[in-house]
């Protein structure tokens, strides 16, 4: 099971949409590099609904950001 989730924004609402999951999560995400966001599922932050939050932000939100697949 993977311990990180990795967001890449693909324009500025992109950025939108993970600064306000940000903000509504309390994760904070490592630099992943090119613009890539890495938040830690580890402990209880695993357990944050991450589909159902961000379709609360925008329900387009795959249209603005790519999911990086885990290594």
Excluded: C, K, V
Aim: glycine share 8%; hydrophobic share 35%; no cysteine.
């Amino acid at each position: 099971m993977a311990t990180t989730i990795t967001f890449i924004p693909q324009d500025d609402e992109g950025e939108r949409i993970l600064d306000e999951f940000e903000q509504q999560t309390s994760l904070e995400p490592e630099d992943g590099g090119d613009a890539a966001r890495i938040y830690p599922l580890e402990g209880d932050d695993h357990r944050i609904e991450i589909i159902e939050t961000l379709d609360g932000i925008d329900a387009a939100w795959n249209e603005h950001l790519a999911l990086e697949s885990p290594a």
